[in-house]
């Protein structure tokens, strides 16, 4: 039986977030001491989000559903935040 394509959405996440590390590089990661608090807050938020949205389904992966729930609920609170 074939997997679904979902049932690795994990590791096509990271890859996203690899992308995303590396497109902000230059502009942000770069100039860390540069940035002001605000880019600062911006930044952090939206890593600590994506970081969630690839654990998220992990945890879905393999098998413990509890905490997959609960990292959902916190992503949905960190979502308007990054966009804050």
Same mark, same amino acid.
């Given at each position: 039986?074939? $997997?679904?394509?979902?049932?690795?959405?994990? =590791?096509?996440?990271?890859? @996203?977030?690899?992308? %995303? *590390?590396?497109?902000?590089?230059?502009?942000?990661? $770069?100039?860390?001491?540069?940035?002001?608090? =605000?880019?600062?807050?911006? @930044?952090?938020?939206? %890593? *600590?989000?994506?970081?969630?949205?690839?654990?998220?389904?992990?945890?879905?992966?393999?098998?413990?559903?509890?905490?997959?729930?609960?990292?959902?609920? %916190?992503?949905?609170?960190?979502?308007?935040?990054?966009?804050?």
């Amino acid at each position: 039986m074939k $997997k679904p394509f979902y049932s690795n959405a994990y =590791l096509y996440l990271a890859l @996203g977030f690899i992308a %995303t *590390l590396i497109g902000f590089f230059p502009t942000y990661f $770069k100039k860390l001491g540069e940035t002001d608090a =605000l880019h600062h807050f911006h @930044g952090i938020t939206g %890593t *600590l989000w994506m970081i969630i949205l690839i654990v998220q389904p992990m945890i879905y992966r393999f098998g413990n559903m509890k905490y997959h729930r609960i990292i959902g609920w %916190t992503s949905v609170v960190f979502a308007p935040i990054v966009f804050f």
